[in-house]
């Protein structure tokens, strides 16, 4: 029920205004002085109040200043007596809603309070459209941000696209300039060699010519690596143990790894069965295998546990159906952070100081194993350290049927 509240003086307008108004409905609550009237507005919080300008104490004016300074819902009234214009005027000022004369019309004032409900409406309807439409912009910026994201991975997927293209053309680049280089390079090198050889022993030029050897066995390094990259090197298919290749690579970082205080915990799989692969190839993987795990074990602190351990078996392939050798290259080291994880196969990408890495060495795994149909991938595990699993398709199951036959 529509509450409505009188403050006036007079005992007898309250009387009266009060069983009229309750005749036509509503709830009406009556005080005496501005000080009661203040005190019901703030407890009962009425939809309207009735309010005498001209009363003792605290005038009307000031109860109206008061009651919008409350921030209440209520739409006052003002009663002034004949020829109050001037405080009729003032009391609009401050936010009264409308004002009526004495005596008192009751039609005028029905009418009056009917318009202030309706306007106490229209004001709760804007209030609930402002916060519709707050919620609905709130509503409209969750879709704006999946939009955006949907867009973020759009253009993740071009960019990656876009490398792709940039790979294959960067790839026939390479080879060129690999190609080319490769000739003037050596000769240098070779050439550097000779004349090193003739120096006498306390030439101050020696220095200076072994940087050039150096440096330009490096330069054919990273040129190998290239053509690796872009598949210059042709291959040459033949039945091979993995476990073999292993043990080869191995034996090339033999005393590097004593060096650096690695120890090597092999796992191998008795008679594991041949698989169709380029021994020289996967000589490379592996070898990049470890050097990244020594690599990466140099960097713990002194005393740490340095452990390779590498593992092949015989399992099933995804769909069960033929055997594959699994091998596994796992390293005591740091890790690789969550951040990198899907950018350690990215050719180019390193973490290593500007001359120790190339950024190629997984990449162009990536690119071998692919070749004997195969696959590489960085393990998910619990322990330290990082873990590459790869997979090689059995001798004469249909995949390395398809493997020997690139
Ligand atoms: N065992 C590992 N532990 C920690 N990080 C690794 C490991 N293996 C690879 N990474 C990270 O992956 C990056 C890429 O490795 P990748 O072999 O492709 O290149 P590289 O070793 O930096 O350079 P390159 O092999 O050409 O000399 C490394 O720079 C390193 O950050
Ligand atoms: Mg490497």
Do not use: W
């Not at 300039?177 to 022993?201: F, M, R, S, Y």
């Not at 390293?331 to 990215?346: T, V």
């Not at 998910?380 to 001798?395: S, Y």
């Amino acid at each position: 029920m529509i509450k409505v509240l009188l403050i006036d003086d007079e005992e007898m307008i309250r009387k009266r205004l009060k069983d009229l108004l309750e005749m036509e409905g509503y709830q009406v609550l009556t005080a005496e002085n501005g000080i009661i009237g203040l005190d019901t507005v703030e407890k009962e919080n009425p939809e309207i109040v009735i309010l005498d300008i001209k009363m003792p104490g605290m005038d009307g004016i000031e109860v109206l200043g008061r009651i919008k300074g409350q921030l209440a819902q209520a739409e006052v009234i003002m009663i002034t007596g004949h020829g109050g214009t001037e405080h009729a005027i003032a009391a609009l000022k401050k936010g009264a809603f409308d004002y009526i004369t004495k005596p008192i019309s009751y039609d005028e004032l029905i009418i009056s309070i009917n318009r202030a409900l309706e306007k106490q409406q229209h004001v709760q309807k804007e209030i609930k459209l402002i916060a519709d439409l707050k919620e609905s912009s709130e509503a409209n910026s969750q879709k704006a941000n999946a939009l955006e994201k949907a867009l973020l991975e759009l253009k993740k997927t071009q960019a990656m696209l876009i490398q792709a293209g940039k790979m294959n053309a960067l790839g026939q680049l390479a080879a060129g300039v690999a190609h080319e280089l490769n000739q003037p390079l050596t000769t240098i090198k070779g050439n550097a060699q000779i004349i090193l050889e003739d120096l006498k022993a306390a030439d101050s030029s020696k220095e200076g010519l072994e940087t050039i050897v150096s440096q330009t066995q490096r330069m054919i390094k990273i040129i190998q690596n290239l053509k690796t990259f872009s598949r210059m090197t042709a291959f040459d298919f033949k039945d091979m143990s993995i476990n073999e290749c292993i043990d080869a690579s191995l034996l090339l970082f033999q005393s590097q790894l004593k060096n650096h205080n690695i120890q090597v915990d092999l796992d191998m799989f008795h008679n594991l069965p041949f698989i169709c692969g380029d021994f020289n190839q996967l000589q490379q993987v592996f070898t990049n295998l470890i050097v990244n795990a020594r690599d990466a074990m140099e960097e713990l602190p002194k005393g740490d546990p340095r452990i390779l351990r590498i593992k092949t078996s015989v399992i099933k392939d995804d769909e069960g159906k033929d055997d594959v050798v699994e091998v596994v290259f796992q390293d005591s080291g740091p890790g690789i952070p969550q951040e990198i994880r899907s950018e350690i196969f990215n050719p180019f990408f390193t973490t290593k100081g500007v001359g120790k890495g190339t950024g190629l060495g997984l990449s162009i795994s990536h690119g071998i194993i692919q070749d004997h149909a195969g696959t590489i991938e960085l393990m998910n595990h619990q322990d330290k350290g990082a873990a590459f699993r790869m997979t090689f398709p059995v001798l004469g199951t249909q995949k390395s049927r398809l493997a020997g036959q690139p």
